[in-house]
């Protein structure tokens, strides 16, 4: 049982809790997701089943989609409204288009402070636990990218953004920070993904749904590993390649289907009849092994 499950994710509860539903479903250890949603955030959750868990690597650095909605006047110590008011600032005033004008200042690469209340670790202690206990230490700034930052709707003090971003982004910080630019002060009070990748919310499945569903009826909502994968360039190649690559020997260009059209060092997928053999990235310039024009990352059996 290998492949995709893309949840949507109920509010309220963790992602971890999610794969911990499935593995009861499917009753199968091996489950994992493609990128962490806060408990109060809800939609699109890629899971990996089975084998498929030997891909989340490369799909937990895509590029996601929300929906989020802000409200005026509050700062909270967790940028959301889960957290405590910290302080307060007035926001009458505001009009749409001076907003409009703040907001596209967060476009492109940006600049944030990860949250207290994160998993990101610090000297291996994640932050969330020293927030708990009241610590707030000085964290870098890490940089992201907002390819996409338009204002859905505007009815003070609620400002509801479609967001689309690079991994690691924080949304509540980027409320946070909006705010400040707007010289008032602001937190995050609703967040649905709407898309993860190659994966939108009419890919996804409810929870409920898998929760009282026989895992062998579930098995059958399994995307398969080539369609999660399918946003990397993919390759048919020989029966002769498809030997040597079982034997953990890389093909060579002229072993393919179709001649390559990917750039140095991007990641592909090989395949025979459309069935995931590999995952490598394209390397024609080798030179600590001469073998072939692909550096294997992921090998699967043909079984």
């Known amino acids: 049982m290998d492949g995709f499950l893309i949840i949507d994710k109920p509010k309220g509860i963790t992602s971890h809790d999610v794969v911990r539903a499935v593995r009861r479903a499917l009753k199968i250890r091996r489950v994992g997701h493609t990128g962490t949603l806060d408990p109060m955030a809800t939609g699109v959750l890629p899971v990996a089943v089975g ?26 110590d967790t940028q959301d409204a889960e957290g405590e008011v910290t302080a307060t600032l007035p926001y009458d005033g505001l009009q749409r ?3 409009e004008e703040v907001v596209e200042n967060f476009l492109g690469e940006i600049e944030q402070v990860p949250p207290m209340f994160s998993a990101v670790k610090i000297q291996g202690k994640p932050l969330y636990k020293l927030a708990r206990k009241g ?32 991994k690691g982004t924080y949304i509540r910080t980027l409320c946070r920070d909006i705010a400040e630019a707007l010289e008032t002060a602001g937190h995050l009070v609703a967040l649905r993904r709407i898309r993860s990748g190659g ?29 999660g994968m399918k946003r990397f360039p993919g390759y048919e190649i020989s ?7 079982m034997n953990g020997i890389p093909p060579v260009a002229s072993s393919l289907e179709e001649s390559p059209v990917c750039r140095e060092g991007e990641i592909v997928t090989l395949r025979k009849e459309d069935k995931l053999l590999a995952v490598a990235r394209f390397a024609p310039q080798r030179k600590i092994e001469k073998r072939g024009d692909f550096e294997l990352l992921k090998v699967f059996s043909q079984n």
């Open 135 to 166: 610590i707030e230490i000085e964290r870098e700034a890490r940089k992201v990218r907002i390819y996409r930052l338009e204002i859905r709707s505007f009815e003070p003090p609620m400002i509801t953004f479609d967001v689309t971003c690079s």
């Open 97 to 99: 288009p001076h907003v």
């Open 199 to 227: 994966f939108s919310l009419a890919d996804t499945i409810s929870l409920e749904d898998i929760e009282q569903t026989p895992a062998g009826m579930v098995s059958e909502q399994l995307l398969s590993m080539e369609e």
């Open 51 to 76: 084998f498929a868990t030997r891909l989340v690597e490369y799909l937990s650095t895509d590029d996601k989609s929300y929906l989020a909605t802000m409200k005026l006047g509050a700062f909270t």
């Open 239 to 245: 029966p002769l390649a498809v030997e040597r690559l």
